[in-house]
């Protein structure tokens, strides 16, 4: 079992930055591709970035490439989501979301095993 820890949320102004960080424990870290996603108010949980055990492949939302950085620390056990020129249209719960295989940096939630209880992130205009 893998249990995750989201961090880093909170309230910031359109164009600041947030950082959001995952620890997970249970399981080896390098053995987990690692992913992000998002959910607004009445909306559906939606892919946000991903990374692979190694960091050697990430993948993008179009609507935060460019904007957001996803990396992973294996010896601290931990994957961050560098979140810069925020807007209002990013708030939203961020999750953080574990894959038994390590490769995996896909878009589907369906190819996660384990989540993240969430942490809000609220941008004003």
């Known amino acids: 079992q893998v249990q995750l820890v989201e961090s880093g949320g909170g309230l910031v102004q359109a164009g600041g930055s947030l950082r959001l960080s995952c620890a997970a424990s249970?399981?080896?870290?390098?053995?987990?591709?690692m992913g992000w996603f998002r959910q607004a108010p009445g909306k559906e949980r939606v892919f946000v970035a991903a990374?692979?055990?190694?960091?050697?492949?990430?993948d993008y939302a179009d609507s935060v490439k460019g904007r957001f950085i996803i990396s992973r620390d294996n010896a601290k056990n931990t994957v961050y989501l560098q979140m810069n020129s925020l807007k209002p249209e990013d708030t939203a719960v961020y999750y953080c979301?574990?894959?038994?295989?390590?490769?995996?940096?896909?878009?589907?939630?369906?190819?996660?095993?384990?989540w993240g209880q969430g942490t809000q992130v609220t941008v004003s205009s």
């Open positions: 979301a574990a894959s038994v295989d390590r490769y995996y940096t896909g878009r589907t939630y369906l190819g996660y095993n384990y």
């Open positions: 249970g399981r080896t870290f390098s053995t987990l591709g």
């Open positions: 990374i692979s055990w190694n960091g050697g492949s990430t």
